[in-house]
């Protein structure tokens, strides 16, 4: 039993993943990988993920890199036994009634990244994709579907630590990422006698996945939210390769909310430690988004929120105390103590949060799939795909564009009135910034369902409280761009693809999740009712 997935040679375009971690330089080194935030040595992770068919049906696949040369047939020797294989398995493998499955060939990770693929999940979504194409009389050979969970040990990351992580998806393959609960980014302790007591150390949280969807493939990423701490930086930069704009698509989800809500809103006043800061008191928070469709790059989506550290408390000084020249030096330290004591409990100004006041989280949502008129491409010498392989990953790109077709409709039938909103002087998380003008008076945009909707969204669906008027604000806008095989203004403009990008902002998490899982649905038909659930409804 000594296979190991290092024996395994790299799929073409990948960067083999280093097997094991490493402390990143000037690190601190320890014997054992402590999970959590309280570990002290910041480590480079990184991953890969080859996810292909688990079929014989090889139409049309085709690398534009490296083209896969059919295998040659070997014939037995004279006496010798041919052996038959897995029977069943072979014929599971080519019978066009049974549901494509989609398996990963290479799934491997380092500290601090960990990889888990539901595979019965995984299967189960298939096979409902299958009998609901089987019961409607429709073409069963749909796409293959894995549920991969991108988690990491201890439930979240620290200050310097570095993940890196490669995903392939292969043809008729739908591949959908998720996280087990929100991305914790922990600010890292340096060590120190007592664990949890040493200084906190500046440094970058930085996590960047790449992906490659390769033709008839589809991509979704719904992961859980990101959720900095006080005091993280975080960056994280993903790079999408969409490598023919006629035949993949994608639906990719990226938010984040602005610390630990729950434990801020708990903590009481009379509390000495500094919990009422949690919200929006991280130091930086970077998010980077490139798309690159068919060989061009099609969008680079970049958001920086940086929160300075009041590091001094000049700033928010409650003034200096007259004190009398009589007083004795012991009474002027005791009052000093006691005012640092209150200074301490007071919350620090803070601009960040006072702008993004009363909302709670802040996603955008990118979505593709191609025109339905969109034409067969002949780069790179490959050839036109046929009827056949094209409805392979048909139902994805219809649900994903009928998808994209209703939020469309729906936004521009939505009425926006500004309401007058109060912004009490005293929440810990509205102080004003020094310098700033005060504002009597603030705005801010309440949705208001157009006429005849009676509060039901486009799958017919109650749309619940906490949902609309004002809980959760939205806007959407598409990216044009030609398809790559046009060779003229006027073609280009009759066969426009489009990128589709909505902004998403909620006073709670659990209303955008709602938001997102009304109207969402026609994702069902692409993972199945099972998963769909598991990523934004459970």
């Keep these: 039993m000594g296979w190991s997935v290092d024996a395994l040679p790299a799929p073409p375009g990948i960067r083999r993943a280093p097997a094991t971690a490493t402390p990143k330089p000037g690190s601190p080194t320890t014997t054992t990988h402590e999970a959590g935030p309280l570990r002290t040595t910041s480590f480079r ?22 083209v896969r040369q059919p295998p040659k047939k070997v014939e037995p020797e004279a006496g010798e036994a041919v052996d038959s294989g897995s029977g069943s398995k072979s014929a599971e493998r080519i019978s066009p009634h049974a549901p494509r499955r989609a398996i990963f060939s290479h799934l491997e990770y380092a500290f601090p990244l960990k990889l888990l693929h539901a595979r019965t999940s995984s299967h189960n979504a298939s096979a409902q994709i299958h009998n609901r194409n089987k019961n409607k009389g429709k073409d069963t050979r749909k796409n293959g579907v894995a549920a991969l969970y991108i988690v990491s040990y201890g439930g979240g990351l620290v200050s310097g630590d570095d993940v890196s992580l490669d995903l392939d ?10 996280t087990q609960g929100s991305t914790k980014v922990f600010k890292m302790r340096a060590p120190s006698a007592s664990p949890g007591t040493g200084a906190p150390v500046e440094g970058w949280t930085a996590q960047t996945l790449r992906y490659l969807v390769r033709p008839h493939a589809t991509l979704l990423v719904l992961p859980d939210p990101v959720t900095p701490y006080s005091a993280a930086r975080y960056a994280q930069t993903q790079r999408f390769d969409l490598r023919d704009a006629a035949r993949c698509s994608c639906v990719v989800l990226d938010w984040f909310t602005p610390g630990r809500v729950h434990y801020a809103a708990s903590s009481s006043p009379s509390s000495s430690s500094r919990s009422a800061g949690e919200l929006w008191d991280f130091a930086a928070y970077s998010s980077r988004n490139e798309f690159r469709i068919g060989g061009h790059v099609v969008a680079r989506d970049v958001l920086l929120l940086e929160n300075p550290l009041f590091a001094s408390g000049d700033e928010y000084d409650g003034g200096d105390n007259d004190d009398d020249e009589e007083e004795e030096e ?17 919350p620090r100004p803070n601009a960040l949060a006072h702008a993004m006041h009363p909302y709670t989280a802040y996603g955008t949502l990118f979505l593709y799939a191609p025109p339905s008129t969109s034409p067969p491409t002949d780069s790179e010498g490959e050839e036109a795909h046929t009827a056949a392989a094209a409805a392979h990953t048909a139902a994805a790109h219809t649900a994903i564009r009928t998808l994209a077709a209703e939020l469309r409709a729906e936004f521009t039938s939505l009425e926006q009135r500004r309401v007058r909103r109060s912004t009490p002087s005293s929440s810990p998380w509205t102080t004003q910034a020094p310098g700033a003008r005060a504002q009597q008076e603030a705005f801010s945009a309440e949705t208001v369902l157009w006429p005849g909707q009676d509060g039901r969204g486009a799958r017919g669906g109650i749309v619940a409280a906490g ?14 761009f030609p398809p790559h095989s046009s060779s003229s203004s006027s073609s ?3 066969n426009q693809h489009h990128l589709t990008i909505l ?19 026609e994702l069902e038909d692409v993972v199945g009712p099972d998963l769909y659930r598991t990523a934004l409804v459970a």
Excluded at 45 to 66: P, T
């Design 503 to 521: 902004r998403l902002a909620g006073t709670t998490t659990e209303a955008v999740r709602l938001w997102l899982a009304l109207r969402l649905r």
């Design 330 to 346: 012991e009474e002027e330290e005791e009052e000093e103590e006691e005012e640092e004591e209150q200074r301490a409990k007071r």
């Design 492 to 494: 280009s403009s009759k």
């Design 45 to 66: 992770g990184a991953g890969l993920a080859v996810l292909r068919a688990d079929d014989n049906d090889n139409d049309n696949d085709i690398d534009h890199d490296h």
């Design 169 to 178: 998806i292969g043809p008729r393959c739908t591949l959908l990422t998720l």
């Design 467 to 480: 949902a609309e008027a004002g809980h959760v604000l939205w806007s959407l806008s598409d990216i044009p």
